[in-house]
């Protein structure tokens, strides 16, 4: 009789399962920048904010921007003033690329937030901070609320007052450069059903008209998590539809860079 044993099922299982996971992590890895490549494809070229010397960079909008930062600390560049969301890694990939031009990044989003409601902190928390680089990330709340938190605003509200804002900004700062990203959910991830559909796509729109109309250099952040979904599903780039993951703060991070040179 064989002296040789049969091979354990249960560890060869585990075996293909990790040797198909590390393939899959691999290619994972490798596709990551395609995923916002092909997002960005159908935009228009050539539009990028060149980063100059001592620039102010504001991120601005709700809790995907607010991502748990530490209000008490105003600091410029600091970790825990910029969050655990995409600002930070964003910032922290801009300070590695840009060190000779020391720039000074801030992050006042605040979780909840509308549009309205960032117009009535506006003074302290962007006009007084001068800054050369706007970023907003606003819009999933405006549309949100109105299905969980009795706001009555609606796509007309949304675009008036996004409109008002960006005006009132830019007179009083008449050299900033204006980034706006478009808002985004995943449908079928706990917080994000059907009924959020069609109704929140003309959020997304206008968010991208206000970016044309302003001049402002647009972030396709549906089309990038739409692309992404190729790769990985849902609840792995998002809690619940709207926040993102590890995975996916740094998937926005990547999209958000492009945009800057």
Not at 99 to 116: E, L, M, P, Q, T
Not at 131 to 150: A, Q
Not at 239 to 261: E, K, N, R, Y
């Amino acid at each position: 009789m064989s002296s040789i044993k049969p091979p354990d099922m249960k560890e060869q299982t585990r075996r293909n399962f990790l040797r198909l996971f590390s393939l899959g992590t691999a290619a994972t890895a490798v596709n990551m920048p395609a995923i916002v490549s092909a997002a960005y494809a159908k935009e228009k070229k050539g539009k990028k904010i060149r980063i100059q010397k001592e620039d102010i960079i504001l991120f601005q909008g709700d809790s995907i921007t607010d991502a748990g930062r530490k209000k008490d600390d105003k600091d410029m560049n600091s970790a825990v003033a910029l969050g655990r969301g995409y600002a930070c890694n964003a910032t922290s990939q801009m300070l590695l690329q840009f060190a000779d031009k020391h720039i000074a990044v801030y992050n006042r989003g605040i979780s909840g937030n509308k549009v309205y409601q960032l117009a009535e902190r506006w003074e302290a928390d962007c006009l007084a901070l001068k800054p050369n680089v706007l970023s907003m990330l606003v819009g999933v709340n405006d549309y949100w609320h109105t299905l969980v938190n009795n706001y009555k605003g609606t796509i007309e509200t949304y675009r008036n007052d996004y409109d008002a804002l960006l005006k009132r900004t830019k007179e009083n700062l008449p050299g900033v450069q204006l980034i706006i990203g478009e808002p985004f959910a995943l449908n079928k991830v706990k917080a994000v059903d059907d009924k959020w559909f069609p109704d929140f796509d003309a959020y997304r729109k206008t968010a991208r008209e206000i970016a044309e109309a302003h001049n402002a250099v647009f972030i396709p952040y549906q089309r990038v998590f739409d692309k992404a979904l190729e790769q990985a599903p849902g609840a792995y780039w998002t809690t619940d539809g709207v926040h993102p993951t590890l995975a996916g703060a740094q998937l926005m991070a990547h999209a958000w860079l492009q945009a800057v040179q």
